[in-house]
């Protein structure tokens, strides 16, 4: 059973920067993929980035491309997602999510077997 913690949410301001962190407990995130959601009030769970444990690639949503850098640290047993330039429309619950590595579709949510609690990230104007 993997247990994954989110941390790193907060408040901050337009064009602001914050580091998400995503640790596992229970097992290693060795033959995973790993990937970060969102969901603001009112709309539907988004994929945002995945990154795949053996290998280290990375894939994106269009609209953080550029701004939000995903990335591993295998020491740590941990998944960052640095966000940079944040917009107000960047408001919401941050996810990160596991699921074997074997998953093709990454950027379904149901793809994923393993979620954490969530944190909140609010960019205010």
């Known amino acids: 059973q993997v247990q994954l913690v989110e941390s790193g949410g907060g408040l901050v301001q337009v064009g602001g920067s914050l580091r998400l962190s995503c640790a596992a407990s229970g097992r290693t995130f060795t033959s995973s993929v790993v990937g970060w959601f969102r969901q603001a009030p009112g709309k539907e769970r988004e994929w945002l980035a995945t990154?795949?444990?053996?290998?280290?690639?990375?894939s994106y949503v269009d609209s953080v491309k550029g701004r939000f850098t995903i990335s591993r640290d295998n020491t740590e047993n941990t998944v960052y997602l640095q966000m940079n330039s944040l917009k107000p429309e960047d408001t919401a619950v941050y996810y990160c999510?596991?699921?074997?590595?074997?998953?093709?579709?990454?950027?379904?949510?149901?793809?994923?077997?393993?979620w954490g609690q969530g944190t909140q990230v609010t960019v205010s104007s």
């Open positions: 999510a596991a699921a074997h590595q074997s998953v093709l579709r990454v950027r379904v949510s149901s793809s994923y077997a393993y």
């Open positions: 990154i795949r444990w053996s290998g280290g690639s990375t």
